[in-house]
């Protein structure tokens, strides 16, 4: 990742939990969005568009455009407004 040595000593975070998504585990920390940890871990696709297929993401991270969602325990929700947790597990929202 791309951060300064020197200012990421300074951050104090909060405690580390894993979650998986497609399947894969990622490692976040606790009071984060899952859009912040999943871009964090170099996870920008979260969907693909239900007209072309094209891959979609975070866009306002504020929980109005409903680009980032995923699917958490079979409902569909915004991944900006869903904070992490231990064992959580998500999957990407697919079409067609």
């Known amino acids: 990742m791309n951060r300064s040595p020197r200012i990421a000593r300074n951050v104090r975070r909060s405690e580390p939990v894993r979650f998986t998504f497609d399947g894969s585990r990622i490692e976040a920390h606790a009071g984060e969005s899952v859009a912040a940890a999943l871009m964090a871990a170099g996870v920008l696709s979260l969907r693909n568009a239900p007209v072309d297929g094209g891959d979609r993401g975070v866009f306002c991270a504020m929980g109005i455009c409903q680009e980032c969602i995923v ?9 900006c407004r869903l904070e992490v947790s231990d064992g959580l597990v998500l999957r990407r929202v697919t079409y067609g």
């Open 71 to 79: 699917e958490a325990d079979g409902r569909r929700v915004e991944s």
